[in-house]
């Protein structure tokens, strides 16, 4: 099947300027000026619009078992999701159980993804250390898995000591693959939360005061430092406040080798998102919480400073049924929201429309980066010959009001609900199908591809 994309401004994160685009067998066969249409090749003209590598969402969370039920996007769901909004490859998570061999819970989770529509890779979650948690690494490499997650907080479920994750790095330094973490210090988080629930504070506020920024800033510090140490590479994933901004300069200073992702909520939202009186607030609860108004403006200067490199969205939606599991304990209340679809959109206004960055660094930070930083580049976030054929023909003009009432994901709340945004895709490319047009999602269940992922050192 062959495509060609003609009269679009072609956007990558190094260029803009007016090109065609040939696509052959899922991959990119030309890219140049006035290129003639083939017989049986299917037109798409892109006069007025943006032509974007497709958007490379490097965190979500797709059918993950959280307190006692699973989040709501399957990836059946929220891989079409992600195509509706322009983004064609998705990292997803394995979850061992704790002792549980990490091929075998990689088999198992490739299973899961098989009905996907959109190309997914995984991070390997390291819940536990024992003797042969090293080898098992080393084999996920060769699995096409080069990055691995740790959480300092949860350590009653995932979380690990200090003394596991120095071993998770020092293992990964000697393999030279990457390390995400969720960085939170879970025990004093776990003290606060306790605490605030025996006094009574019970509602979904209380959520954010039991994990407040600094214990973030603590939790990235020590990540940086030990990966630091060891000579490790490091990814903090959903950096949301000051204190983490500042920890990862001073490693970067230091010399080592750590990197920022921040999401649109934390760009977007600030903390009044809890003052309700209603149970409302629980369609926020996530972790890291949205923070107090300052932070996200820190956090834009740390995107156009180049400190945070990736958006990403860490989508992980709940019904407002599955959120009542935590009506009467915030404790309760299944942790994360939706995002998957409106990363492009929602940056692209806060962030091209409004002046703070420009389209090129658009792109670098929905698409071009995390391809490079998670070994998927050039085949992602490319459109070069030989590049897969994942485009968005981007209108930079369109106009839409976000709303649970009619987005792709599968939850009845937005943490978006009544934002207007300006740019949408309107053609999406797929290995060179296409998936997304006019409004109407063409997604094809198990169309999507395991990306078998190699190591890259990208500094
Ligand atoms: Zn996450």
Not at 142 to 152: E, H, Q, R, T
Not at 190 to 203: C, F, P, V, Y
Not at 275 to 295: K, L, M, N, S
Not at 359 to 372: E, I, N
Request: charged share 25%; proline share 4%.
């Amino acid at each position: 099947m062959a495509v060609l994309v003609k009269n679009a401004t072609l956007v990558t994160a190094e260029e803009e300027r007016p090109a065609d685009v040939r696509c052959r067998n899922g991959r990119i066969a030309e890219v140049g000026r006035d290129l003639e249409p083939a017989t049986g090749e299917q037109l798409l003209d892109g006069t007025g619009q943006l032509l974007l590598p497709g958007g490379v969402d490097p965190h979500v969370h797709m059918a993950l078992p959280v307190a006692g039920t699973v989040s709501a996007d399957d990836f059946e769901s929220g891989s079409a999701a992600a195509l509706a909004g322009g983004t064609t490859s998705i990292i997803d998570f394995v979850h061992p159980e704790r002792g549980q061999d990490l091929l075998e819970a990689l088999r198992a989770r490739r299973e899961e993804a098989r009905r996907a529509a959109a190309d997914y890779g995984f991070h390997m979650a390291i819940t536990t250390w024992g003797d042969s948690t090293a080898e098992q690494m080393r084999q996920c490499l060769a699995a096409g898995v080069p990055s691995f997650k740790i959480y300092l907080a949860y350590k009653d479920t995932v979380g690990l000591d200090d003394r596991d994750v120095v071993e998770v790095f020092a293992a990964a330094a000697a393999i030279e693959a990457l390390v995400l973490v969720h960085a939170e210090h879970g025990d004093m988080v776990e003290h606060l939360r306790d605490r605030l629930a025996a006094a009574g504070h019970t509602e979904p506020r209380f959520h954010a005061e039991s994990r407040p920024s600094w214990l973030e800033g603590e939790a990235t510090h020590r990540a940086a430092t030990l990966a630091g140490t060891t000579g490790a590479a490091l990814y903090v994933v959903h950096v949301t406040c000051r204190e983490s901004l500042v920890a990862i300069e001073q490693a970067r200073v230091a010399g080592w080798e750590v990197r920022g992702e921040t999401c649109p909520q934390y760009l977007l939202l600030d903390d009044r998102v809890y003052e309700t009186d209603d149970f409302e607030g629980a369609a926020y609860v996530i972790a890291p919480p949205i923070r107090p108004v300052g932070h996200q403006d820190a956090l834009w200067q740390a995107i156009v400073a180049g400190t945070l490199e990736v958006v990403a969205t860490d989508h992980c939606p709940f019904t407002m049924a599955q959120k009542e599991l935590g009506r009467d304990d915030f404790r309760k209340i299944p942790g994360g929201a939706a995002g998957v679809e409106h990363r492009l959109a929602l940056l692209h206004s806060q962030g091209v429309v409004t002046g703070r960055i420009d389209r090129r660094r658009f792109v670098d930070l929905v698409s071009t980066r995390p391809a490079q930083i998670f070994g998927l580049y050039p085949r992602k976030g490319a459109v070069q010959v030989g590049s897969d054929a994942d485009l968005v023909l981007w209108d930079p003009a369109a106009t839409a009001t976000i709303s649970a009432a009619t987005h792709h994901h599968r939850t009845d709340r937005s943490l978006y609900e009544g934002f207007e945004v300006t740019g949408a895709a309107t053609t999406v490319l797929a290995g060179g199908r296409v998936a997304f047009a006019d409004g109407e999602l063409r997604a094809e269940p198990g169309a999507g591809t395991f990306l078998e992922r190699h190591p890259r050192r990208t500094s």
